[in-house]
């Protein structure tokens, strides 16, 4: 019998390789997308056609019971969020409200309308913040450096506290970081492939950037999306870490994007103040193994190839948007 997923947050990165991968699967994909003046459907103009896209949104319960109560969704996949760890300065509580409190708000929206259907929990490696212990797993204990870290907390734990206090099927994905060519802008992976390519087609002469000592574990968003769908087929809900368990420098990421197009980083990257957090999150590197043995979870793109993909998608479309 076909499955029905809801998507909240299908407009973003990953909402649109989840969608990509659960149409695969043979899904009805319902993607909830909030009403705004800047909509953006680019991620998932190429599956539009096979989604149904409803209105709702993370501050109101009641949009989100209406959907829960019209499309019945065996699968909900909890991806919306103000997820950019540099706005969170600037908008806390917006942070909150979305990040933080929509998590409650769709649990609560569930447990009326659609007790039996299992939820995934988009939760954050920033949680770790000022890591207690290295690498990150389960177990490890959260220690939040930004307004978004301290609201991932907040949506990880009242999800564990609705599995517990309402027996709901309800699990959160701790992913570290993980990008692809449909990472947006402000993100510093894209910021940097999108940099090399304007100064490969000579619309630009240098990069500016923060802290480049900053380490993270990227992966590949539609290998990470591939972990999520895992954990809602298990017969128990529980919460894993899915990371490479490997950790590369912001400076390691320029030095290999700057290669693929022949050019040395050192000749055009610039440091600029205004890009270093107000509190940084120095090293994090995930510890995978519990995903690996349990959910049979492993990634197929590596460091280099996720850095080559990105530099290479960024340069074929600003040449192809500049012809």
């Not at 997820?83 to 649990?107: D, H, I, Y």
């Not at 492993?298 to 340069?315: H, K, N, P, Y």
Request: proline share 4%; glycine share 6%; with cysteine.
């Amino acid at each position: 019998m076909e499955k029905t997923a809801l998507i909240t947050g299908i407009t973003g990165q990953d909402g649109s390789y989840l969608a990509e991968f659960l149409l695969e699967k043979g899904y009805n994909v319902i993607g909830m997308v909030r009403r705004s003046s800047t909509l953006n459907f680019e991620r998932i103009a190429h599956i539009q056609e096979k989604l149904t896209l409803v209105p709702g949104d993370l501050l109101d319960e009641s949009s989100m019971s209406a959907v829960l109560r019209e499309h019945k969704p065996d699968e909900v996949y909890n991806l919306a969020a103000q997820s950019f760890v540099q706005t969170s300065w600037f908008q806390p509580v917006l942070t909150g409200e979305t990040t933080a409190l929509g998590v409650t708000r769709l649990l609560n929206a569930m447990r009326s309308e659609a007790p039996e259907a299992r939820f995934y929990q988009a939760s954050s490696s920033e949680m770790f913040g000022k890591v207690q212990e290295v690498p990150q797993s389960e177990a490890t204990p959260l220690y939040p450096r930004s307004p978004y870290g301290v609201a991932k907390v907040y949506g990880h734990w009242i999800t564990v506290n609705y599995r517990e206090s309402y027996d709901l099927f309800a699990c959160s994905g701790i992913l570290f970081n993980h990008e692809s060519p449909r990472r947006g802008l402000e993100f510093v992976t894209r910021k940097i492939s999108f940099g090399v390519a304007k100064i490969v087609n000579g619309l630009a002469d240098h990069l500016a950037l923060g802290n480049l000592d900053a380490q993270r574990d990227w992966g590949y968003a539609a290998d990470y999306v591939r972990a999520m769908w895992l954990m809602l087929q298990k017969d128990t809900p529980t919460d894993y870490v899915v990371a490479t368990g490997e950790t590369h420098s912001v400076r390691e990421f320029c030095q290999l994007a700057f290669a693929v197009a022949g050019l040395d980083y050192e000749k055009y990257v610039r440091l600029d103040a205004r890009f270093v957090r107000p509190a940084e999150v120095d090293l994090l590197v995930g510890d995978p193994k519990r995903a690996e043995s349990e959910l049979g979870w492993t990634r197929q793109i590596d460091f280099a190839g996720l850095v080559s993909m990105m530099v290479e998608a960024d340069i074929d479309s600003v040449r192809r948007a500049n012809a």
